[in-house]
T-cell receptor, first 116, second 109 residues
Framework: NAGVTQTPKFRVLKTGQSMTLLCAQDMNHEYMYWYRQDPGMGLRLIHYSVGEGTTAKGEVPDGYNVSRLKKQNFLLGLESAAPSQTSVYFC???????????????FGPGTRLTVL | RKEVEQDPGPFNVPEGATVAFNCTYSNSASQSFFWYRQDCRKEPKLLMSVYSSGNEDGRFTAQLNRASQYISLLIRDSKLSDSATYLCVVNPAGNQFYFGTGTSLTVIP
């Protein structure tokens, strides 16, 4: 099993450009998450999905859109990139279950994005 | 007020030492708690869940204090390989998880 994979690993954009980050998981997990991690800020939730065809906003959703057309894939889009979106983006997935004993998720290796 | 707060450290300890980290959370209704480990420029990885009765995994012990709203992680007999950033994670309810900013640990030979 590959677990959670993310594409691309690195990207440099110019202000105003658009891009899509792809997250794929092969664990048949229902839940998927997109986080960003910035120095001193910790991991912050951008959007998440509880199943195919559903998405919801997290803590910092502005400037991002997401789609979950297939259970195994969760896409994060930046329509018009801004320097404030320079960050490391992590995708995570986890199985459905009652809260007890369910982890916060398995993470992908991250995408390092720089917006100039 | 932040959902989760951690002392960022850094903690620099000699090999073999015992070190403890605390993490406080603001939502008293929080139901699930975890410790993650993150190595430099890598993704976070689940270290252990934190159960109400406390739990142990080898040299690692996690405890939950609901009355004071904090969780702790104790590492005994520290190894060089324990050097990393430790993140506490809280699930207040529903599907969102809140991560602390992390506590940096360096184990010195």
């Amino acid at each position: 099993n590959a677990g959670v994979t993310q594409t691309p690993k690195f990207r440099v954009l110019k202000t105003g450009q658009s891009m899509t980050l792809l997250c794929a998981q092969d664990m048949n997990h229902e839940y998927m998450y997109w986080y960003r991690q910035d120095p001193g800020m910790g991991l912050r939730l951008i959007h998440y999905s509880v199943g195919e065809g559903t998405t919801a906003k997290g803590e910092v959703p502005d400037g991002y859109n997401v789609s979950r057309l297939k259970k195994q894939n969760f896409l994060l889009g930046l329509e018009s990139a801004a320097p404030s979106q320079t960050s490391v983006y992590f995708c995570a997935s986890r199985r459905y279950g009652l809260t007890g004993g369910v982890s916060g998720g398995f993470f992908g290796p991250g995408t390092r994005l720089t917006v100039l | 007020r932040k959902e989760v707060e951690q002392d960022p450290g850094p903690f620099n300890v000699p090999e073999g030492a015992t070190v403890a980290f605390n993490c406080t959370y603001s939502n008293s209704a929080s139901q699930s708690f975890f410790w993650y480990r993150q190595d430099c420029r890598k993704e976070p990885k689940l270290l252990m869940s934190v159960y109400s009765s406390g739990n142990e995994d080898g040299r690692f012990t996690a405890q939950l204090n609901r009355a004071s709203q904090y969780i702790s992680l104790l590492i005994r007999d520290s190894k060089l390989s324990d050097s990393a950033t430790y993140l506490c994670v809280v699930n207040p309810a529903g599907n969102q998880f809140y991560f602390g900013t992390g506590t940096s640990l360096t184990v010195i030979p």
